[in-house]
């Protein structure tokens, strides 16, 4: 039998009080405070008595029927024979020591009699020998190892998560084990923690009555919930507890075993994003935004309240597919059908943004934005699309006002680009500010929260942030709690932005703002096409007075001995200017392109026919500036002409061949030849240099910085003008190459959110 430990070979012998209150009393005396079952019961539930041979001089019934012999079998009878086992170890050498040495001890051990069960004895002197009072102390006994064993395996367990973050306590609180996480996480060493009170350590506060806590962990044998502690540093905790109760083996609690995890960002962030949707939801109702929701494998789309209120339809309506799709315009039907299909295609996955006209049940047409983002299921087959979500907005009123007020295709886009907005909600007195998520997009900040007012305001442009501050100040004194205003943002890494944002404040007690709520619209292609028209302007303006001053040099150039000749000659020279202005203006006036400045002057024998073309056309693609394009016109002019009154075109069978190319080497120029073939005979150089010559020295020379060489051969004239590409020609360019428009002018004024007085 097992024991515990020294009680086998070498019990442990411990003096009894009690029993030192009967050494040296005799048999009758000893008999007689048998009658004292008070005294006795505090010695053991069975006593007998040894004569100094160990032979039995007493022996009460309790002893007996434990021994399992009737007492008067026993008296006189030595316990050695009466029961062999007794003197063998442990029990015979503590009995005889016992009586030599004559002192009253007390110890436990498996029993030797009964070997199944655990005995506890009292061995104290009498007059006679020895007196004995023994107990069962089995139940107790396995009670304790049972403890034992399941606070060693507690132990185990407890080692087991000693990194992570795990502690335990008794009952009424002291700490019992301390995990280095725990360390880690509340800067108590195990030293420090042991043996204090858990609750006062950490400042633990309870979601709930501490005794509401203990009851449940009482009945339910666990307990899980969020704690908010103190680590030693003064950090502010909130910890997701487990706290799990132990038991011994007859039920009754003996140990708390708590697994802890620190959320405290956590349930900061989940109150962060519960705040921010509640006010993205006040605001998309404000703004009468709905949300709609459709999984493909669904026939139906979930919609808001916002959304069948927008569409006519009743709260109660089902919302499917082919509803949707009936009450799209059947003028707009086929693109909103395509703008869906690629946004599922997995190849392309587009987003939704686009307008278009519904019909509602009752008959009227109203305007829709309709924004979405399909979402994909990436799988080894292939990734195919599983829903789309979006938004509806009805943008009715601002379209019919963007109809009015604009009356270009260009400004049209730009007026339904500027819906797409950004809300936003600025704490004016702590600095933050929170939004929707196309917010930090706008702003040209990362994805997720933003940075604090400053350094927003940082990339406003200097001195604009003064007067949209002032311009806050002054609607706020004026009783005014909104406020409109246009003003540039510089984005990081790309070209300034206008944007337009629309504020209302809430003011305190005492009427001054203490929070901003608000949209903010992209308004930039709305302010380059104002620039760009300003711009347009300046260069028509510009054009005229230029055309007007050739137009002058023309008539005072032109010969006037024949009123005819002369009338022909302005005409065509205006004719070749108003081509050149015509050109100019297709172009925005920002160039043309050199080909078709040629096809223009030389049209009538470019024509296929039985003797055509009679003009060849040979070079790469090159764009001319507006004044290039206005004097090599001219020029071209006054060859044409001439060719006609005097060279190829005015034979048959003459023809005039143009080529071109750009030299790249060094400053690159553009080469130009004009050659005639098969017209009258040349005799030479002419004897005086006509007005054709002077157009030439004083469109290439004079104003675009050129060279011209002229020569005469029996084939006809031969025109070469070398034209520097510095002067303002761009380099050669692809035909299909679109004319890049003008640069806006920079703004003069940037606003900036308002601040408190």
């Not at 040894?50 to 434990?66: P, Q, T």
Request: aromatic share 6%; with cysteine; proline share 7%.
């Amino acid at each position: 039998m097992a024991s515990l430990p020294g009680s086998l070979d070498a019990p442990s012998l411990r003096p009894h009080p009690i029993a030192r209150e009967f050494a040296g009393l005799g048999l009758n005396a000893l008999s007689k405070a048998a009658g004292a079952a008070g005294l006795f019961q505090a010695l053991g539930d069975n006593t007998c008595a040894l004569d100094h041979d160990f032979r039995f001089l007493a022996c009460d019934e309790a002893a007996a029927a434990y021994l399992g012999q009737p007492a008067d079998r026993l008296l006189g009878q030595s316990i050695w024979d009466a029961f062999p086992a007794t003197a063998r170890p442990p029990l015979g050498p503590v009995l005889r020591r016992a009586m030599a040495d004559r002192r009253p001890v007390r110890f436990e051990m498996a029993g030797t009699i009964r070997p199944d069960r655990w005995v506890e004895f009292t061995l104290f002197p009498i007059a006679e020998g020895l007196g004995i009072a023994f107990r069962d102390r089995t139940a107790v006994h396995r009670a304790t190892e049972s403890l034992q064993a399941s606070e060693e395996r507690l132990r185990d367990l407890l080692s087991t998560l000693d990194l992570g973050n795990s502690m335990a306590r008794d009952m009424d609180g002291t700490i019992t084990f301390w995990s280095e996480g725990c360390a880690r996480l509340y800067g108590w060493t195990t030293a420090e923690a042991l043996g204090r009170s858990a609750h006062h350590l950490l400042g633990t506060e309870f979601p709930r009555p501490v005794a509401e806590v203990a009851a449940a962990l009482e009945r339910n044998g666990e307990w899980t919930g969020d704690l908010h502690q103190v680590a030693r540093d003064g950090r502010k905790l909130v910890v997701a507890a487990r706290k799990v109760l132990r038991r011994d083996s007859a039920g009754r609690p003996v140990a708390v075993l708590e697994a802890l995890a620190d959320v405290t960002a956590q349930r900061a962030a989940e109150a962060a994003l519960a705040e921010s949707e509640a006010r993205l939801a006040l605001a998309i109702a404000a703004a009468e935004i709905g949300i709609w929701d459709w999984t493909s494998s669904a026939a139906r789309l979930v919609c808001t309240a916002e959304v069948l209120a927008i569409c006519g339809l009743d709260s109660s309506t089902e919302v499917t597919f082919a509803l949707a799709r009936q009450m799209v315009h059947p003028g707009d039907r086929r693109r909103v059908v395509r703008a869906l299909r690629e946004a599922r295609d997995p190849a392309r996955r587009a987003q939704l943004d686009l307008a278009c006209r519904i019909r509602r049940p009752d008959g009227t047409v109203r305007q829709v934005a309709i924004q979405g983002e399909p979402l994909f299921s990436e799988r080894p087959a292939g990734a195919f699309a599983i829903r789309v979500v979006g938004t509806l907005r009805d943008v009715t009123e601002r379209w019919q006002w963007q109809e009015e007020r604009f009356d270009s295709e260009a400004r049209l886009r730009l007026a339904l680009g500027a819906g797409r907005m950004a809300v936003w909600d600025a704490d004016l007195r702590q600095g933050k500010v929170t939004g929707s998520t196309e917010l930090p997009r706008l702003l040209g900040f990362p994805d997720g929260p933003l940075p604090d007012i400053e350094t927003i305001r940082a990339r406003f442009a200097p001195g604009e942030r003064e007067r949209l501050r002032k311009m806050g100040l002054v609607a706020l004194a004026g009783g005014e709690q909104f406020l409109e205003a246009e003003f540039r943002y510089l984005r990081p890494q790309s070209a300034a932005c206008w944007l337009m944002l629309r504020t209302e404040f809430t003011l305190d007690a005492s009427g001054r703002a203490v929070r901003a709520i608000g949209v903010v619209l992209d308004i930039t292609e709305r302010k380059q096409a104002e620039e760009r028209q300003t711009l347009l302007a300046r260069e028509v303006d510009h054009r005229a007075k230029n055309a007007l001053a050739v137009v002058q040099a023309a008539l005072r150039l032109t010969p006037k001995d024949d009123p005819a000749s002369y009338m022909r000659a302005v005409e065509g020279r205006v004719a070749a200017l108003a081509r050149a202005q015509t050109l100019l203006a297709r172009g925005r006036w920002t160039g043309a392109e050199l080909r078709a400045l040629l096809e223009d002057e030389l049209a009538p024998f470019l024509a296929e026919g039985a003797s055509a073309p009679r003009a060849r056309l040979d070079g790469p693609p090159v764009m001319l500036w507006p004044a290039a394009t206005q004097a090599l016109s001219m020029a071209i002019h006054e060859l044409a002409t001439n060719a006609v009154k005097h060279g190829a075109l005015g034979r048959p069978g003459g023809t005039v061949t143009v080529q071109w190319q750009v030299e790249p080497a060094g400053p690159p120029i553009l080469r130009l030849e004009w050659r005639e073939s098969g017209g009258p005979l040349v005799p030479g150089s002419p004897s005086r240099r006509g007005f054709g010559t002077r157009v030439l020295d004083g469109t290439v020379r004079a104003q675009l910085g050129g060279k011209v060489r002229q020569g005469w051969s029996a084939e006809g004239i031969r025109v070469e003008m070398d034209i520097p590409l510095s002067g303002g020609i761009t380099p050669p360019m692809p035909e299909s190459a679109a004319v890049s428009p003008a640069k806006p002018l920079p703004p003069k004024h940037m606003p900036d959110f308002p601040r408190t007085a």
